[in-house]
């Protein structure tokens, strides 16, 4: 299949691009930016005037609930959503039922995913056996089955000794560790961010400080065995601070931040809204504000959907009991673009986040637009609009705290090696 | 922030949830229909037909006799048919889930639900899901909120002091696991009290809490000066999760309100609390029965002012 996209405008934010151009595409990658081969005869013309043409988008957090839950979420329902949300590769952390733990699950996961034909996956394994946060996983052969990183998901890890194992074990391998800085301890019980909100309401509160006391831990765990981490979900004023000192003085850190905590903080539960019953919770405005300026000065690497499909059973009930999570796949891109229009950054600056600086963390050849790479591309209508409406969603997790918004940008084409895998009309 | 879901688009009460965002004019008008349901209390006939033909279902997912007595009471005086559920020992154990609960309820012809639950927001949550005719009262959920309770005792203060914007109160104790406190401090900011204080160790008072608009003593004698309400609060150790005190007697001598410490406040200070309470952890027996106690009395208004917030929930029903 060969396409011409003509007059697009590309932005490739690895290269620097942005510019009105034509695209080739053969053979399932790209043959040229810019000028056509003469002999270059296309199967499908595509003409892209008025639309931004950019690298697929890689998101390093949706849970797409297979093995184990799937009456909340399956591979198809949210692999189709990733692609109608733009999104060509992404990341699933290892808390299935059962968790990632055996070569065997991930290999199934691997086949089924590649199977569909639509988003890549690249799966998290467990970090310990069956997350239980007391025996390492067989990492290494793990990493052999697929995995491209290991994690314990949300599940606490209160021994130390234990992390520590698990990083310098890594570490001989040089497979990165990715971890959210949370204290079990200090976390224990909590449904919401402790300050002024949770007090007004009376929700059990967990303070910034179960994130930055975690994180001051894996700092000098890293800083002790020289693993490779990632930093997965900040949401604290303070461990932005943390990270912005840890990677001066040189360690091998990166980190990232969810689409809800860009955009909300705590006052955004208004009369216990579950839909913003989140892990890690949502915090103070100042700490949002922190998050933001860290993701705009490159602090923070990279910006994440945090996809966690929940079903409407689950959600339906009292805030503290509900279940965490909300649906994202499909706001990755609009909320990447209310972000760049509510802070003036460029369209290439805001768009790195969520192309080749997630795909840098993972080390793989997507996020970026070049001759001879695999065509994972979304061309998206700038002017557009995205309305945030169950009814629409693909994904089978529904609940969102954007819901009823009106979001901007319009995704009218993803292609994962240069396949059609998701295409609509026109329309705001 | 979402509008206030217990009032219509006119501003009037559909639901009781909470105190936060009611005005001083709709309290008061609260209170004001109360004072009309106390001489209830002492006639022979304690009956008024306000409520006949209603069903009152008193949904109790957690335990509760104080509470749950004084509504069935108050609901019975108006006639009103009442249900009483200790749901925490039926549906709920067997797996069903609140919403399909109150479906099933509502389903069997309830008018308004009196509801108590140990998660904040619950009675939101309920409110949100049931039909528009059935109105929710909330008996208390959580941390979050007891609003009768709180109206009861500014009611109980009006009673005694007459001019909310004069008066120094501290609310003593646990504030952090108090729904009460909560509710109180609503009432009590809505009502102009200039001078609201609230009293106890750093761990049991909960972050931000000055932002609800009360200065915080970690010193017992210092934040009863000169007060003319002194409000005690229960140890809620079943919501107590860690390590937040090291014992009772440590808390007693520090926080509990003895005839000494009382002597810090206005000598016709009144003190009140909300009950049940544990002598000698939170409270000296010589003041939980000495003469500036008010504590019996907040039992009896309590009827009064539950019958007025039903009544005028009754007559808002669409």
């Known amino acids: 299949m060969k396409i011409h996209i003509k007059n697009a405008r590309i932005i490739d934010p690895a290269s620097g691009l942005d510019k009105v151009e034509d695209i080739a595409i053969a053979a399932g990658r790209i043959l040229a930016l810019g000028a056509t081969p003469p002999d270059f005869n296309a199967n499908r013309v595509i003409d892209a005037t008025g639309l931004v043409a950019c690298p697929g988008l890689v998101d390093l957090s949706a849970r797409l609930r297979e093995p184990g839950f799937e009456y909340k979420a399956t591979l198809e329902s949210e692999l189709l959503a990733a692609v109608a949300g733009g999104v060509t590769t992404l990341v699933c952390p290892p808390d299935t039922d059962p968790p990632l733990d055996e070569p065997g699950l991930v290999e199934m996961l691997k086949y089924r995913a590649r199977s569909l034909n639509l988003a890549r996956v690249y799966p998290l394994g467990a970090l310990t056996q069956k997350l239980a946060g007391e025996r390492l996983a067989e990492m290494a052969v793990l990493r052999d089955a697929g995995c491209i990183a290991f994690s314990q998901a949300d599940a606490p890890l209160s021994d130390t000794q234990v992390l520590l194992r698990a990083l310098e074990y890594a570490a001989t391998f040089d497979i990165p560790v990715w971890l959210r800085p949370q204290d079990a301890h200090l976390s224990r019980d909590g449904v919401a961010h402790d300050g002024a909100v949770a007090t007004r309401l009376g929700l059990r509160a967990i303070p910034a400080c179960a994130e930055t006391v975690a994180l001051a831990t894996i700092l000098l765990l890293v800083r002790a065995t020289g693993a490779r981490v990632h930093l997965c979900r900040l949401s604290s004023r303070e461990a932005v601070d943390m990270v912005r000192r840890a990677r001066h003085d040189g360690l091998p850190v990166t980190c990232d931040v969810s689409i809800n905590h860009l955009h909300l903080c705590d006052e955004d539960i208004g009369w216990f809204d579950a839909n913003c019953r989140l892990v890690p919770p949502l915090r103070s405005p100042q700490d949002r504000a922190a998050l933001r300026a860290g993701l705009g000065d490159g602090t923070i690497d990279a910006l994440c959907s945090d996809h966690t499909p929940v079903d409407d059973d689950a959600k339906q009930r009292p805030f503290g009991e509900a279940e965490p999570g909300a649906t994202g796949l499909e706001l990755l891109l609009p909320l990447t673009l209310r972000w760049a229009q509510e802070t003036g950054l460029p369209l290439k600056d805001a768009l790195a986040r969520v192309t080749s600086l997630p795909a840098r963390i993972l080390g793989v050849d997507h996020g970026r637009l070049a001759p001879g790479l695999p065509a994972d591309l979304c061309l998206f209508d700038p002017a557009g609009k995205t309305p945030v409406d169950a009814r629409l969603l693909r994904s089978q997790g529904r609940n969102t705290p954007f819901l009823g918004q009106s979001l901007p940008g319009r995704v009218r084409l993803t292609l994962v090696e240069g396949h059609v895998v998701f295409e609509q009309p026109a329309r705001t | ?318």
């Open chain 2, 1 to 318: 922030m979402a509008p206030n879901p217990q009032l219509d688009d006119n501003g009037k009460l559909c639901h009781l949830l909470t105190i936060e965002g009611l005005n001083a004019a709709l309290i008061h008008s609260i209170l004001d229909t109360a004072e009309s349901f106390v001489g209830v209390n002492e006639r022979e006939v304690k009956k008024v037909p306000l409520l006949r033909g209603k069903a009152i279902f008193n949904l109790f997912f957690e335990p509760s006799t104080r509470t749950r007595t004084t509504f069935e009471i108050a609901a019975k005086r108006l006639s009103a048919d009442v249900v009483n559920l200790n749901i925490g020992a039926s549906s709920q154990s067997k797996g069903e889930t609140l919403l399909d609960t109150v479906d099933n309820l509502a389903a069997m012809g309830a008018d308004m639900f009196i509801v108590r639950h140990s998660e904040s927001g619950a009675a939101h949550f309920i409110a949100r899901h049931v039909a528009p005719h059935i109105r929710v009262i909330n008996a208390g959920d959580g941390r979050h909120a007891h609003p009768t309770q709180g109206l009861l005792d500014v009611f109980t203060i009006r009673r005694y002091k007459k001019d909310f914007s004069r008066l120094a109160i501290a609310i003593v104790g646990d504030i952090m696991h108090s729904r009460v406190a909560r509710s109180e401090i609503h009432a009590l900011t809505a009502l102009g009290v200039p001078d609201l204080r609230v009293v106890g160790p750093r761990t049991l008072l909960p972050q931000g809490v000055e932002e609800l608009g009360v200065r915080v003593y970690h010193d017992m004698e210092q934040g009863l000066k000169d007060v003319d309400v002194v409000m005690m609060l229960r140890l809620q150790n079943e919501r107590m999760r860690g390590p937040l005190l090291p014992s009772a007697g440590e808390y007693f001598k520090h926080y509990g309100l003895t005839p000494a410490k009382l002597k810090r406040a206005k000598p016709d200070a009144i003190v009140m609390h909300p009950g049940p309470l544990n002598r000698g952890v939170e409270i000296d027996s010589a003041v939980a029965d000495g003469p500036q106690a008010v504590i019996l009395p907040q039992v009896t208004y309590g009827i009064a002012v539950r019958m007025a917030v039903m009544t005028l929930l009754a007559g808002s029903s669409t």
